[in-house]
């Protein structure tokens, strides 16, 4: 029995279309998904501003308020609570060249009312926190514009959030590199920084996706435990990743087990989720995956995960304190993956 409580987004169960060709799978409606999600056990499920009111840009403030109720009662119908929204600042013409960083002062203002109507349907969906993957804050063109300004464009951004709704939490998903060339706020550390320099760091943290760390050539579970140590990890997006390329988001574990265990052991060891934090899943289908075979990725993300939790369980720490005490590493390293590959 998982110690831990699984949030999941609507986007992990989609078409298929990638950048080089069209969809392989059929849509699957908003609420069929929810069901589903309950079903395989997650207890959350993450928003985009736009998954949770599409349109929304045509709608009033309170419009938006009321179609977000709709949702609320749909999450109420299958027992699930909304863990976040996300304002989706890179499909609009309004983001061509970024939101709070744009270097357009209309463009910013859009930005910004995206970002306000992400704390409202938050509020009606019963959740406290915001996500921001800054997904087009940063360079195309290296000179286009200053780093130092786009730095401070984004405190002032979060500020304006924090002071909007006293009691919201914004967490920034970092990620190095695409859709943009050089990311602006691009690992743990950057989060950390820019919480700092916010009017209130304890309600800015950081959510750590275990592949935006791979494509910054870091260790997702070290990323993790440095925003634990931070005491400012509001959430996590598991999953994999092979390399340095194109975002995978591949099923969690499936690329890198030992990765995938270390993540989950440095979760488990530091209380994570006992003050009701969520691990998020943020996986894909690859395109080749049937209709019918739809939420396998999920599936089989959760069954590693809770795999591995069960690894942790039996981590012998009386022989890692021996091997660190003679400074066998050679021995430690030889058990972990004796345990993994279920040989001890
Ligand atoms: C993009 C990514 C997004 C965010 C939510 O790489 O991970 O799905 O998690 O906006
Ligand atoms: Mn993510």
Redesign the pocket.
């Known amino acids: 029995m998982s110690k831990f409580k699984f949030s999941v ?1 609507p ?1 992990n169960v989609a078409p298929g279309a990638d950048s080089y060709g069209p969809a392989t799978r059929n849509d699957v409606d908003f609420e069929e998904k929810v069901k589903r999600f309950a079903e395989l056990g997650f207890s959350a499920v993450q928003f ?1 501003d736009d998954d949770a009111v599409p349109n929304m840009n045509n709608l009033t403030e309170e419009e938006i308020k009321a179609e977000a109720r709709k949702v609320k009662q749909i999450l109420d119908k299958y027992g699930m609570a909304a863990e976040f929204v ?1 304002p989706r600042l890179w499909m609009d013409p309004h983001t061509i060249d970024g939101g709070f960083m744009s270097t357009s002062a209309e463009d910013r203002e859009f930005a910004m009312w995206r970002a306000y109507r992400s704390i409202d349907i938050a509020r009606e969906l019963g959740c406290d926190m915001v ?1 921001l ?1 800054l997904a087009r804050e940063g360079t195309l063109c290296a000179e286009s514009k200053s780093p130092v300004w786009a730095t401070k464009m984004l405190v002032e951004a979060i500020n304006k959030m924090l002071a909007y709704d006293p009691t919201i939490r914004i967490c920034i ?1 970092p ?1 190095p590199n695409e859709p943009i060339d050089r990311s602006i706020c691009g690992t743990m550390g950057h989060v950390m920084a820019v919480s700092a320099a916010t009017i209130d760091p304890s309600r800015v943290g950081g959510n750590l ?1 275990s592949a ?1 760390a791979v494509l910054a050539g870091l260790d997702p579970a070290h990323e993790i435990g440095f925003a634990l140590a931070m005491g400012k990890l509001m959430t996590v ?1 598991l999953n994999d990743q092979n390399g340095i390329r194109y ?1 995978q988001d591949k099923s969690f574990g499936v690329e890198n087990l030992r990765s995938a265990f270390n993540q989950v052991k440095v979760l488990k060891e530091n209380g994570y989720g006992d003050n009701g934090e969520y691990v998020g899943l ?1 996986v894909k289908a690859m395109r080749t995956t049937k209709d019918e075979d739809g939420y396998k990725h999920l599936e089989n993300s959760l069954n590693i995960f809770k795999a591995l939790e069960e690894k942790v369980d039996r981590f012998d720490y009386d022989f890692q304190k021996k091997c660190v005490e003679t400074r066998d590493f050679e021995a430690l390293e030889m058990y972990v993956m004796e345990l993994l590959m279920g040989l001890k």
Request: no cysteine; hydrophobic share 30%.
């Open positions: 987004g986007w985009h996300a996500v993957w998903e990620k996706e935006h997006h975002d943020d």
